[in-house]
């Protein structure tokens, strides 16, 4: 009997308990898992080749932790783990510590890389609890994009651009929770006809590519960034529950003419509620004054009557 064998002798008796697997976001579902070696790897760290014990693990069935898991993976049971994953980073941490401990014991030295994580789920998830997690989820994805675009503007004001291909991070951005890769144009324009700055957003789901249309006025300074910050995070997350509609399969009609039409079709009310949410959020301000403010600051953009801009309000508060 090898080593490896050896080890897997005694981790097949073992379950490991890890106290917050989703980090403290989310703190309170602590996760049984069981682990086994299936080899050894050479990976470079800190410039040094260093030989690693490959490990996979598998969660073993403890209701709503599993179920949560389930919806990050997609409905998969496995997750291949590789060195650029950042995926359940609280949960391959600790199981990697835990892991390393125990070998220790059995004078095993070498250091431990999880390489893929196995789920074993068969129940529905708590649709209160599916909300939560999805959000967070988009929540991240809407930071990585707002954080790329505001590097953006703070040294461009005219100019289009395509990201992340223009920041050297890729042609995509490409993130596990959503199907598709995506990419974002964005154009930069200067006018006097702003007195700070205005911004607009499109998403083109044919093409996978989010637009963002920011016009500042020439003499505005960086003064302006910190309240583009939050109309970004409302664009953004506005425009990333549409990819999230075309991934679930929606059907989405003709768009049409009429503003007090086009706000209340049904994914429109669900891609506002999402976008002022998370502004709102951003803010630190209740979501009935975000909603308020936008419609009063955006007339421009719309044609309602007071009572119909007062109905479309009250149906993305979920008041009607």
């Given at each position: ?12 008796k073992?379950?490991?308990e ?73 949960l ?36 209160s ?47 596990d ?89 049904f994914?429109?009310l ?22 308020r403010?936008w ?26």
């Amino acid at each position: 009997m090898n080593d490896l064998e050896l080890y897997n002798k005694y981790l097949d008796k073992k379950i490991f308990e890890i106290e917050n697997p989703l980090g403290v976001h989310l703190p309170g579902l602590p996760a049984k898992i069981k682990m086994k070696i299936v080899g050894t790897h050479n990976y470079i760290v800190t410039g040094q080749e260093t030989e690693y014990l490959t490990y996979k693990m598998t969660i073993l069935p403890s209701g709503q932790l599993n179920s949560l898991i389930n919806t990050m993976m997609r409905g998969k049971t496995h997750k291949v783990i590789t060195t650029t994953t950042s995926d359940f980073y609280p949960l391959r941490m600790e199981s990697t510590i835990q892991l390393k401990d125990f070998l220790s014991l059995l004078g095993e030295e070498r250091p431990v890389m999880c390489i893929g994580i196995t789920n074993e789920y068969n129940g529905n998830i708590n649709e209160s609890m599916k909300e939560i997690l999805t959000e967070d989820v988009y929540d991240k994805i809407t930071n990585k994009v707002v954080h790329d675009i505001i590097n953006l503007v703070r040294y461009q004001r005219d100019g289009d651009f395509e990201l992340p291909l223009d920041i050297g991070d890729g042609e995509f951005y490409h993130f596990d929770e959503l199907l598709n890769d995506f990419s974002v144009e964005v154009f930069l324009r200067q006018s006097d006809d702003v007195e700070t700055f205005d911004a607009d957003a499109n998403y083109y789901r044919d093409d996978d590519v989010i637009e963002i249309i920011i016009t500042t006025n020439p003499d505005s300074k960086n003064t302006i960034l910190q309240d583009l910050v939050y109309e970004l995070n409302e664009l953004v997350r506005h425009e990333l529950e549409h990819v999230k509609q075309n991934e679930s399969g929606y059907d989405f009609p003709k768009s049409p003419k009429s503003s007090h039409k086009y706000y209340g079709q049904f994914h429109e009310l669900e891609a506002l509620r999402a976008g002022f949410r998370k502004k709102a959020k951003k803010e630190k301000k209740d979501l009935e004054s975000v909603v308020r403010y936008w419609f009063e600051k955006n007339k421009h953009k719309y044609i309602m009557k007071p009572k119909q801009t007062e109905n479309i309000i009250n149906r993305i508060l979920g008041k009607s």
